[in-house]
């Protein structure tokens, strides 16, 4: 039998890799993007692509409807992959800025969830792998609304494991570091929208933000390719017993650890002198 999976925002990154991989290991691959641009080049590519915008609710509904009608009404798997992040200082997000970053990282992939929910308890069975972020349990200055949805992403979650107890259906985060995306690009673009650093006291630091935005070919340390995560994912739909959470890259690992054997006090120490290393590079 064909394990259908859906992926959200395969445009590039994580989301294209793991299309890629996963229709090599012979699953029904529907592969999402937002763009229509992007849902044609991964047509050209092979892929059975449907576009899907998971901060619209039309999108959702015309886009699941199409992934059950080629797939006979089954679907073995969700990978909510689709997001990207917001930056700037709490102060200084307007509401439109929280809102359209909650649309995307958290109101769009659980009402998605919602509506696969029942194809999977009809069938019996199912996995939900969500795309959270090592910043989904270690906050982080001047990322407080992606910190925001990735923490709420997983306490609604972790609820859900546990509601989900006896079903056969499985949900499990992935929480990466950094790893090679458009992620930064597209934080960029979103910086421009919503945040007026001259208007700021904290103008100093979006100067020095906007000059790491605009370095070519910048890598963070210990940054790994996409196909780090694919591995976890791989395990998160293949494992008869799944983790709740898989982390990936150093930084989660370091971090995970850190901050269940440190005071919080302590923990606020390390991350603000690794912020200020990063402002001088």
């Given at each position: 039998?064909?394990?259908?999976i ?22 029904g691959?529907?592969?999402?993007a ?14 059975a ?42 102060e ?8 359209e ?6 109101f ?7 509506r ?9 069975f ?12 270690a906050?982080a200055s ?6 925001g ?5 997983e ?16 949900i499990?985060l ?11 690009q597209?934080?960029?673009?979103a ?15 979006y ?34 017993r799944?983790?709740a ?6 930084p ?17 120490r390390?991350?603000?002198?690794a ?7």
């Amino acid at each position: 039998m064909i394990r259908h999976i859906l992926i959200t925002g395969c445009s590039s990154g994580i989301g294209l890799e793991s299309a890629c991989i996963l229709r090599e290991r012979g699953y029904g691959v529907f592969a999402s993007a937002r763009r229509q641009e992007d849902v044609a080049r991964l047509v050209d590519e092979g892929f059975a692509a449907v576009q899907l915008d998971v901060a619209c609710s039309g999108s959702i509904e015309t886009a699941l409807n199409t992934v059950l009608g080629q797939s006979g009404g089954a679907l073995y798997a969700l990978f909510n992959n689709a997001g990207y992040g917001v930056p700037g200082a709490v102060e200084d997000l307007s509401r439109d800025a929280l809102r359209e970053q909650f649309e995307t990282n958290l109101f769009g992939p659980f009402e998605l969830i919602g509506r696969v929910m029942p194809v999977m308890r009809r069938q019996g069975f199912g996995r939900i792998i969500q795309n959270s972020s090592v910043l989904g349990f270690a906050a982080a200055s001047f990322r407080g609304a992606y910190n925001g949805s990735k923490f709420a992403m997983e306490g609604m979650s972790d609820t859900m494991r546990l509601e989900l107890a006896g079903s056969n259906i499985h949900i499990s985060l992935i929480e990466p570091g950094p790893i090679t995306s458009r992620f930064r690009q597209n934080s960029y673009k979103a910086f421009q929208r919503h945040i007026k650093p001259d208007t700021s006291c904290h103008k100093a630091v979006y100067e020095q933000m906007e000059k790491r935005f605009q370095q070519e070919g910048a890598v963070f340390p210990f940054t790994l390719p996409a196909s780090a995560v694919v591995d976890k994912l791989i395990h998160a739909l293949e494992s008869p017993r799944p983790r709740a959470r898989y982390y990936v890259t150093v930084p989660t690992y370091l971090l995970g650890y850190l901050k269940r054997v440190l005071p919080t006090f302590v923990m606020d120490r390390i991350i603000l002198a690794a912020f200020r290393s990063r402002k001088k590079r």
